[in-house]
């Protein structure tokens, strides 16, 4: 069985709680959760990488387990440019030039705005839904009813009730969010149970609540991000070569949303929509994680 260590390592704004699996000289892999969830996501993704001879690093994101910010006076925020921003001063922190990057929901946002801005940090992309940039200025445009209602926890989080619903009630939003999402993922209460713990993070609340509120214009950014937010308003292309892959049954993000992500990618590209699965795609089907990224990394 392959054991990850558990480490930590500071960058200038948060300790980062990180797993790390295989050879510490292997070509480094790293794999970034989503919201609600965490680290487990990629539980039957690490062993097929550490025994292909990578190097395997699994962070939890600002607001989730051990990770915490260094200075109570730090805006607890969500957005975008802070979660690419992370992973950015988690690989200095590290020293590693240049990764594999794979993630979907939160994570994939941050692979995908490290891709986009740093373009020479990431050898290749597996990223889940498609082009995980938010379009800030466009997000005054109403979706079709479908999807508006499928974001129903988005406008409760807009409210105060939704951020004391959320203090109150963590474990049974993401869990009910979980079932909406994967409808065919039988997961159980242990599985469910070991990822709920990371939500107990004292900033859980406050980072999740910006997040969703500054998507949508209706709350302010940290400022430190202003200038990375400003780049991001140009949805600028990805060109790391990058798998796109979709569960066919994802409940939030429908497979048709990423039928169109190929103008956003100028380096070699491919979109795959997975059977069955749905939005917790790696811990559904990790098999496919992993033969994307072997793919990618097969120049090495």
Not at 30 to 50: A, F, N, Q, Y
Not at 215 to 231: C, F, I, Q, S, W
Request: hydrophobic fraction near 40%; charge should be negative.
């Amino acid at each position: 069985m392959i054991r990850a260590l558990i480490s930590t390592t500071r960058t200038p704004v948060l300790e980062v709680g990180y797993l790390e699996s295989g050879p510490p000289d292997g070509p480094p892999v790293i794999l970034l959760h989503g919201w609600p969830s965490d680290v487990h996501d990629w539980d039957g993704v690490v062993p097929p990488l550490v025994q292909a001879g990578y190097r395997v690093l699994v962070p939890w994101l600002r607001g989730f387990g051990p990770t915490r910010f260094l200075d109570p006076g730090t805006p607890r925020s969500g957005q975008q440019a802070a979660l690419g921003a992370d992973l950015r001063d988690f690989m200095d922190a590290l020293k590693i030039d240049r990764a594999l990057l794979a993630g979907y929901d939160w994570g994939g946002r941050a692979a995908c705005v490290t891709a986009a801005l740093w373009p020479g940090r990431v050898r290749g992309l597996v990223t889940i839904n498609g082009y995980n940039l938010q379009n800030i200025p466009a997000s005054i445009r109403p979706a079709e009813a479908a999807q508006e209602h499928r974001h129903w926890y988005q406008w409760y989080f807009h409210t105060e009730r939704g951020r004391a619903g959320l203090a109150q009630n963590r474990r049974g939003i993401a869990r009910l969010l979980w079932q909406m999402w994967s409808p065919n993922w039988a997961f159980d209460d242990a599985t469910f149970a070991a990822t709920a713990a990371s939500f107990d993070n004292p900033d859980f609340v406050d980072v999740t609540i910006q997040s969703y509120r500054h998507r949508y214009g209706n709350a302010p950014g940290d400022p430190a991000y202003d200038d990375l937010e400003k780049r991001l308003e140009a949805q600028p292309l990805v060109s790391a070569p990058t798998v796109v892959l979709h569960g066919e049954c994802d409940g939030v993000g429908p497979a048709a949303q990423s039928e169109g992500a190929a103008r956003h990618f100028s380096g070699g590209y491919e979109r795959k929509v997975v059977p069955f699965a749905g939005h917790f795609l790696p811990r559904e089907t990790a098999q496919e994680v992993v033969d994307a990224l072997l793919a990618l990394g097969a120049d090495r």
